[in-house]
């Protein structure tokens, strides 16, 4: 049998990256979590909670080490694996009676982690009646951080008091505080009322890939009762609106919207005008207008990461302006989004997203293929197309038919027609079809470049984007040879719109081709640029 290696191989071993000790090297990992190294005795840590609930036996007969800084490390460590036994609850609750005043905090901290456990009642218990003890400074902030992750109601009137006492504390005790009261609240009611109507004209921003932002325009004036000048290359459009809330989900080009509220100063705290935002008459009529019961939300920011401090802040301050609201961030019926001004103007924009309402303009995508288009871009490909109730449409590269649905959906139409090579983007096709209702769709097994369809008016497809699909250089040679095919196919007068990631290249061969270019638009496809195109075949051609 292989005997155990001592603490020094033990810590040189833990330097080492992923390294799992065999259940013969628990002691000397334990030993070292009280070494003198931080990086060892955090990745001895490490270490043993990746064992699990093997190591759990060996680190209850550690909790009574004549070492407190190993003492410390087992309690911290049981917070990392948080048993859920009540005889493993017992042994952290046992550390709240520790002499050592650092192993007691990491008890404390460790129940904090037994929300699962069978144990609960026990370990709110435990704490409770540590707090009444009169504990340190630490552990109360210990105490006071485990019971707000817990979710313990009984603790509330306890953590309401911890507000006349030191500013650490405070500052815990009111994260507690919010934390419990959104897991209350999250028994109740929260969802979206589309039907109802604004009281009052609001300003929203419709959310776009770059360079759609005329086309979703053009969508918008449908819709809203005024649309401003789109800017390029912003990825938003906004106007103004004073309908139901449901009706800006029928925009089928924007990604998203959102209900703005008037800029305010940033100051030097950009929790502070947040606060001061969200605090307005105007920001309580519109989302308690639109929000079925309780207002859920969470906070989003724009630019600087997740800024943590500055969002319990922001959250503390909206508890006080308007006690029914609850932050919510992982089940949050709106998200608030928080941007500041690029410019020299210092100025935070707030826009409110709902979360909460359900977006059914594509539900009939019920399969997918690779690089399948995009439910509001094929959209913008059927605007652009100008639709005709005597199309017959082709899509040559079909995928899953994504761009035949939504020409159905925008009306009337002589035929519709979808080829692709891929059996597998064929059956989702079909799939998508049947849940869109579509049951006269033409759908055939054949090759872009030599399928002949008879009569199309309008090829509107998304073709392989060199980036994600066509890696071996022969995505040119591929999108000449269609162009050729489509000015042999398309009647006079017919249109090819789609999306061509080689732009300036096809314009070129459809001008060679006898094809006219109507219409270019730079799209953003994340990551890499296309033009949405529009080309028309105004006379016959011959032989190419």
Not at 1 to 29: C, N, Q, Y
Not at 54 to 60: E, S
Not at 308 to 319: E, G, N, V
Not at 411 to 423: C, E, F, K, M, S
Request: charged share 30%.
């Amino acid at each position: 049998m292989t005997s155990p290696r001592d603490r020094a191989e033990i810590a040189r071993a833990l330097k080492e990256r992923g390294f799992t000790p065999a259940e013969r090297d628990i002691d000397a990992v334990v030993d070292c979590l009280a070494d003198e190294d931080p990086k060892v005795a955090r990745e001895a840590e490490r270490a043993i909670a990746r064992l699990g609930a093997a190591a759990l036996p060996r680190l209850h007969g550690r909790t009574s080490d004549p070492e407190a800084r190993v003492r410390a490390g087992v309690y911290r460590t049981l917070g990392r694996l948080a048993p859920r036994g009540d005889a493993e609850a017992r042994w952290v609750i046992a550390g709240l009676e520790d002499p050592d005043p650092r192993v007691k905090r990491h008890a404390a901290g460790a129940l904090g982690k037994l929300r699962r456990s069978s144990a609960m009642t026990l370990v709110e218990d435990a704490l409770l009646a540590a707090w009444d003890r009169g504990p340190s400074a630490d552990l109360e902030r210990a105490i006071a951080a485990s019971l707000g992750k817990l979710g313990s109601k009984r603790a509330l009137p306890r953590l309401l008091t911890a507000e006349t006492k030191d500013a650490s504390t405070s500052r815990i005790a009111r994260q507690a505080t919010l934390t419990i009261t959104r897991d209350l609240a999250r028994q109740g009611e929260s969802r979206i009322d589309s039907d109802r109507a604004a009281r009052v004209p609001v300003r929203v921003a419709l959310r776009c890939r770059e360079g759609l932002e005329r086309i979703v325009a053009d969508e918008a004036r449908e819709w809203l009762a005024a649309v401003e000048k789109p800017r390029t290359y912003s990825g938003r459009v906004f106007g103004r609106f004073e309908g139901k809330l449901g009706e800006l989900s029928r925009i089928r080009t924007a990604d998203s919207f959102a209900l703005l509220l008037p800029p305010v100063p940033l100051g030097d705290r950009p929790e502070d005008a947040l606060a001061l935002a969200l605090g307005s008459e105007l920001a309580r009529g519109l989302l308690e207008t639109w929000t079925q019961g309780l207002v859920r939300y969470r906070i989003a920011w724009g630019g600087k990461g997740h800024r943590r401090a500055a969002t319990w802040r922001a959250a503390h301050a909206l508890a006080t302006l308007h006690p029914s609201w609850v932050n919510d961030p992982t089940e949050s019926t709106w998200e608030v989004f928080a941007r500041e001004d690029g410019d020299e103007k210092k100025l935070l924009h707030v826009e409110l997203h709902p979360r909460g309402l359900p977006d059914l303009r594509f539900s009939y995508r019920v399969r997918d293929v690779p690089a399948a288009s995009h439910g509001p871009l094929a959209a913008a490909l059927v605007r652009v197309a100008e639709p005709d109730d005597d199309d017959w449409v082709w899509d040559p590269f079909m995928g899953s038919g994504v761009e035949l649905v939504e020409r159905a959906q925008k009306g009337a139409y002589a035929r519709l027609q979808g080829t692709d090579n891929d059996p597998r983007a064929l059956e989702a096709a079909r799939a998508n079809f049947a849940a869109a209702g579509l049951t006269d769709v033409r759908v055939e097994l054949a090759d872009a470049v030599a399928h002949v369809p008879e009569r199309v008016t309008l090829i509107l497809t998304n073709p392989p984007m060199g980036r994600r699909v066509v890696r071996d250089g022969t995505l040119g040679p591929l999108l000449d040879g269609f162009i050729d095919q489509a000015a042999r196919v398309l009647a006079p007068g017919g249109r090819l719109v789609w999306l061509s990631p080689l732009g300036a290249r096809t314009a070129a061969r459809a001008r060679e081709r006898g094809l006219r270019v109507e219409l270019e638009e730079e799209i953003d496809m994340g990551g890499f640029r296309a033009r949405l195109q529009r080309l028309r075949r105004c006379a016959p051609h011959g032989n190419v």
